[in-house]
């Protein structure tokens, strides 16, 4: 039998090959074949990551002899030998995944120098300063990947050297200079370690490729997987790559740019280089670089060639491309491409002007959004008086657009914690770096005071749609007294300042926002995704101000509207407690008929708000209790408002309390102790429903929901009581009307008897909060606590809260669905737990075949592209 191959060479290789190659090895090869100039490799792959973790964190010898072998086939192409002191073979060993996850794994540059090599490149190049300049990071490099030296020991070496010199950058220190910093890195080692610094470069690159297989699973990369559900089991790969120098001289250097601008779309070359640089000095805004356009001065040859590449990538793979280049000596490079990570407001500027450019039709320019992006577009911006009343305190690079406002804080831990703790954050830090992802995740906006528009901050900020001002040069730092000074003025932890995104301005204080107008590209966009999606989209609310603002985001209805939550209203509350402190039925009437009118008010204006689009209204769910006092105060304050005896009533409460009231006396459980509760609640809808069809001649066509049924017998129970009092509401008033009975599955039981249940229930809606509580066995509010601690084990990769767990409670959704289209083909199906605006979630309702998602209002554009990308994808 032919033994499974884990390493190809770039040659090898194409772009279909993404999940074996990964996304930055599969685009190598791709670049390859097409006569791309790419410094050639090979590819470690993502079978190999898999493999090395069901080794036990092993190599295995046979994948050891294939890159042995590959790297034999790059000395031969190359005319360069590993390790040889004449004409040194170096190598780049960088991850790659099936995704790009820029910045959360590792990368080594310049592998295979050891103190003869590094004087065959001296030698070989006749500029010792670049050779020590080369080995000095990558024993920096390989000492923090490899072996988990912290990087400070080396950068504060570094910098007492320049100190001594009186020199203030890198490139000021000579190559003795730099022999002395390589004496003192390898003395580090030596210290940490235990023993030398490895010598063969073979033993380095084994060494440096489980490094990064190791950093598959750092806590960062899991975060950004978590963040955009990336499977943990697919790996990463590796590439392997001969080295190209950007640090060879001034006819040198590297950078980085994109075939579009990131930040708004515009159909320009925008990117950024350095002189005399490897290109970690620009991603990682240690330096802060030239603009691209300044390339087309300083080496128009280079330059040329560069912008027809980069245009030939771009008609190649149909979309904006995001590519590293290396200048070697005058000679150009392309380190990768990938597709680029961009804003929302220019991911809809570049789907849209693909189409109108004849590269994409409507349907592949559906899929070149990130649904989740959208939300990026709906949240506040800047009120614009505001900001004249508010002092620019600095101006940086706007390298992710958007409006942030909040409390000042240095690390990634301490802008978690205060999150956590409900405050707004703006994190500010030197600049960022992979590990502060939980931090960059929790803030509103981030600040950094090095870097350029292409580093870890500002391409991670716009992944996330979160506001960046990067390169801030005039704010300076302490991190460790937790303050910044700017101006002559000095800000402290816990102070207010707020970020503008789309102009790099940052302002001392708080400035209030405004919600922005949605037009333009965003309404072309998404006229496309409402012509191609067959799942419908509706909002939770219950207000009118809910009703008519997801109206504006395009909802076509109501699929859940909670009553109980128009019953805290402060004047609401004293009726509702009356009833449920009553002894009798009538008394209990008589509260009730108190709280009729203004239920019956709220659902004139959300009728009103909806304008003829069908409302789900849920009866009452929550436990009695909850619309009680707790504090002895106020259970006293409530006894004398009620004219009750203190004791009788603390005696109620009690008698109320529950130990599990999640599964307590709630739901439809109520209406079957207290029929009278949805004989108010029907009419009230009803009469609504009635009112408004008189005043603008619409239909409305109300969808009574039962919450939490388990067995036909209840719903009956309950439906009739609804059905008789909405019949005589009906005929009394003369005016015709239809309305639904229906249930919403959230118990197990009800799933697994859908077909039962189907023959009362004219509709099912998935409340999938609680179907998932239930299934789980796990308190929402509760489970917090305990998940991270599965998450770090990998018991779990994402909340299934958050993300509907399909081989579970799915399993339960898809059961129902089709056993309850078994007793009544023309059910109405429907999900509105929060997993309706869920992109992944969505994706699952169009594939189990519901009628429709209901979400916040936010987020119905989210859930609008992801139901037309499932369109999409499943016609394929």
Not at 74 to 81: A, H, I
Not at 134 to 145: K, L
Not at 175 to 189: G, M, P, T, W
Not at 587 to 592: E, G, P, T
């Amino acid at each position: 039998m032919e033994s499974k191959k884990y390493v190809y060479l770039f040659s090898e290789g194409n772009a279909s090959m993404k999940n074996l190659l990964g996304g930055k090895g599969a685009n190598l090869a791709e670049m390859t074949t097409l006569g791309i100039p790419v410094p050639q490799g090979f590819i470690v792959t993502t079978e190999a990551c898999t493999k090395f973790y069901e080794d036990g964190r092993k190599i295995a010898d046979s994948i050891i002899e294939e890159m042995k072998n590959a790297i034999a086939d790059l000395e031969s192409k190359t005319g360069k030998k590993f390790g040889s002191t004449e004409n040194p073979l170096l190598v780049s060993v960088r991850s790659g995944a099936r995704v790009s996850m820029p910045g959360m794994m590792d990368t080594i540059l310049n592998l295979g120098l050891n103190d003869e090599a590094v004087e065959g490149l001296a030698k070989l190049t006749g500029n010792p300063r670049f050779a020590y300049d080369s080995y000095r990071r990558f024993i920096q490099m390989f000492s923090d990947v490899a072996m988990g030296i912290e990087k400070r020991y080396f950068e504060n070496v570094l910098d007492s050297v320049k100190e001594a010199k009186g020199v203030s950058l890198d490139t000021d220190l000579t190559a003795d200079d730099l022999k002395e910093v390589v004496v003192k890195y390898k003395e580090i080692y030596k210290k940490e370690k235990g023993e030398d610094f490895p010598n063969n470069p073979v033993d380095q690159m084994v060494a440096s490729v489980q490094a990064v297989f190791q950093s598959w699973e750092n806590p960062r990369a899991i975060v950004y997987r978590r963040l955009n559900d990336i499977p943990g089991d697919w790996g990463t790969a590796v590439n392997v790559q001969a080295m190209v120098f950007g640090n060879m001289g001034a006819d040198s250097g590297t950078g980085v740019a994109f075939t579009r601008d990131p930040a708004t779309g515009e159909n320009v070359i925008f990117g950024e280089y350095l002189i005399n640089a490897q290109g970690e000095d620009v991603v990682a805004g240690i330096r802060t670089p030239q603009p691209i356009s300044k390339l087309q001065e300083e080496m128009p040859k280079c330059y040329k060639e560069f912008y027809d590449i980069a245009h030939k990538l771009e008609n190649h793979y149909k979309d904006m491309q995001d590519m590293e280049f290396t200048i070697e000596q005058g000679k150009l490079y392309f380190l990768q491409t990938r597709n680029g990570k961009r804003t929302a407001q220019a991911a809809l500027k570049i789907a849209v002007d693909l189409v109108e450019e004849g590269l994409l039709t409507k349907e592949q320019a559906i899929l070149k959004v990130d649904p989740k992006q959208l939300d990026s577009l709906l949240h506040p911006t800047f009120d614009p008086a505001e900001l004249k009343k508010t002092e620019v305190i600095a101006k940086g690079l706007p390298a992710s657009p958007g409006a942030a406002c909040g409390k000042v804080y240095f690390t990634a831990e301490d802008a978690k914690f205060a999150h956590d703790k409900g405050e707004k954050v703006v994190l500010v830090r030197l600049e960022t770096s992979p590990e502060d992802i939980e931090g960059m995740i929790a803030a509103e906006g981030i600040l950094t005071v090095r870097g350029g528009m292409t580093s870890h901050a500002a391409v991670v900020a716009r992944g996330m749609g979160t506001c960046c001002v990067a390169g801030c040069g005039e704010v300076s730092v302490n991190e460790e007294e937790k303050i910044f000074s700017v101006g002559g003025k000095t800000y402290r932890e816990g102070d207010y300042i707020s970020l503008d995104g789309s102009t790099g301005n940052v302002y001392g204080g708080a400035v209030k926002t405004q919600t922005p107008e949605i037009s333009g590209h965003f309404g072309t966009f998404m006229k496309w995704a409402d012509d191609i999606r067959k799942l419908k989209v509706r909002t939770n609310a219950d207000t009118p101000r809910d009703a008519k603002q997801a109206i504006e985001f395009g909802a076509e209805g109501i699929g859940l509207c909670r009553t109980e939550h128009m019953f805290f209203h402060e004047e609401r509350i004293a009726a509702v407690r009356e009833m449920i402190v009553a002894k009798t039925e009538e008394q209990r009437r008589k509260a009730l008929d108190k709280i009729l009118p203004m239920q019956k008010g709220d659902f004139i204006e959300i009728y009103e708000a909806m304008q003829g689009n069908p409302v789900t209204i849920r009866f009452l769910d929550p436990p009695l209790h909850e619309f009680l006092p707790t504090s002895e105060e106020d259970i006293a304050d409530l006894a004398e408002e009620m004219g009750l005896e203190l004791e009788e009533l603390k005696n109620t409460i009690a008698s109320l309390h529950e130990f599990n009231p999640m599964m307590g006396h709630r739901g439809c459980r109520l209406s079957v102790s207290y029929p009278e509760i949805a004989e108010m609640q029907t009419r009230a809808v009803i009469e609504a429903a009635i009112e408004v069809k008189r005043r603008h001649g619409s239909d409305v066509v109300p969808e009574i929901m039962i919450p939490l049924v388990g067995e036909i017998k209840e719903l009956k129970y309950v439906k009739d009581i609804v059905v008789k009092t909405a019949d005589s509401v009906i005929k009394n008033s003369g005016v015709e009307l239809q309305y639904k009975v229906g249930t919403m599955i959230e118990i197990p039981r009800a799933a697994l008897t859908a077909d039962e249940i189907a023959k009362e229930a004219e509709f099912f809606s998935f409340g999938t909060n609680d179907l998932t509580q239930m299934t789980f066995g796990f308190s929402r509010d509760d489970a917090a606590k305990f998940l991270k601690d599965y998450y770090e084990k990998k018991i779990y990769e994402s909340d299934p809260f958050q993300k509907l767990d399909q081989n579970g409670v799915g399993k339960l959704v898809k059961m129902a669905a089709e056993l309850g289209k078994s007793t009544r083909p023309n059910i109405k199906l429907g999900i509105c737990g929060e997993h309706g605006g869920d992109p992944a979630s969505v994706e699952f309702c169009h594939e189990v075949g519901l009628n429709y998602v209901s979400c916040s209002p936010f987020r119905v554009p989210v859930a609008r592209l992801a139901a037309a990308q499932a369109q999409v994808k499943n016609r394929k």
